[in-house]
Nanobody
Framework: QGQLVESGGGLVQPGGSLRLSCAASGRTLTSNTMGWFRQAPGKEREFVTIINYISGSTYYSDAVTGRFTISADPAKSTVFLQMNNLKPEGAAIYYC????????????????WGQGVQVTVSS
């Protein structure tokens, strides 16, 4: 079935920026709604952002509003996460995911997940 492959993670200093990419194959883009979650050591996986390709509607968690931007290029089957002004508490494994319906804040509402990419924020 469909799969999501992420790239762009790495090490950045506090206040720095990173851009994550998520390439989809198979039928992963059929819902036209994609999101990002993140999980830090010892914490639950938490919602970051979501986008609907058709309407352009987006939603961001309070933790990232004003600093992160989600976007998509349907022609290339790719979704992006631009992360600016990164903070140490933003260090986590970031997961690209396809929305399947329901409460978008819950991991159970997503049907397909990427392998995750490590984002490290350190001086």
């Amino acid at each position: 079935q469909g799969q999501l492959v992420e790239s762009g993670g790495g090490l950045v200093q506090p206040g720095g920026s990173l851009r994550l990419s998520c390439a989809a194959s198979g039928r992963t883009l059929t819902s036209n709604t994609m999101g990002w979650f993140r999980q830090a050591p010892g914490k639950e996986r938490e919602f970051v952002t979501i986008i609907n390709y058709i309407s352009g509607s987006t939603y961001y968690s309070d933790a990232v509003t004003g600093r992160f931007t989600i976007s998509a290029d349907p022609a290339k089957s790719t979704v992006f996460l631009q992360m600016n002004n990164l903070k140490p508490e933003g260090a986590a494994i970031y997961y690209c995911t396809q929305y399947g319906g329901g409460n978008y804040l819950l991991t159970s509402s997503y049907a397909v997940w990427g392998q995750g990419v490590q984002v490290t924020v350190s001086s």
